[in-house]
């Protein structure tokens, strides 16, 4: 048996391939930790966040929504709207609060 150091110990004990090496984390590092994080949420999860709208659950039956288009071009979008009977422009703002009382 030769020393685990040994100059000559190669050629004659059979070496098993070394696993890759992993990443060192920095000491204190946890998995959830900022810079392990994914970097974006989907949209759908953004407006569950935002304005408590769940795109991902069936309002009915609780089930799992799978979202297969999101419409984005403008003509197309007010064509849908106008069908529906709803109004395809947003309404016009209003002026800012703090004009009106300078203008006073």
């Known amino acids: 048996m030769l020393a685990s150091n040994a100059r000559l110990r190669g050629l004659v004990v059979p070496q098993e391939p ?4 992993q990443e ?3 000491a204190g590092c946890e998995a959830n930790c900022a810079h392990h994080r994914p970097v974006r949420l989907s949209w759908a999860k953004l407006l569950k966040r935002v304005f ?3 795109l ?3 309002p009915n039956c609780a089930g799992e929504l799978k979202i297969i288009a999101a419409i984005l ?3 197309v979008i ?3 709207l106008t069908h529906l009977g ?3 422009r947003a309404p016009p703002r209003a002026p800012a609060r703090g004009q009106a009382l300078q203008a006073a």
């Open 18 to 21: 070394e696993p890759p090496a």
């Open 24 to 26: 060192a984390k920095p």
């Open 52 to 54: 408590e709208l769940d």
């Open 56 to 58: 991902e659950h069936c």
């Open 73 to 75: 071009e403008a003509p």
């Open 78 to 80: 007010e064509k849908i």
């Open 86 to 88: 709803l109004q395809a």
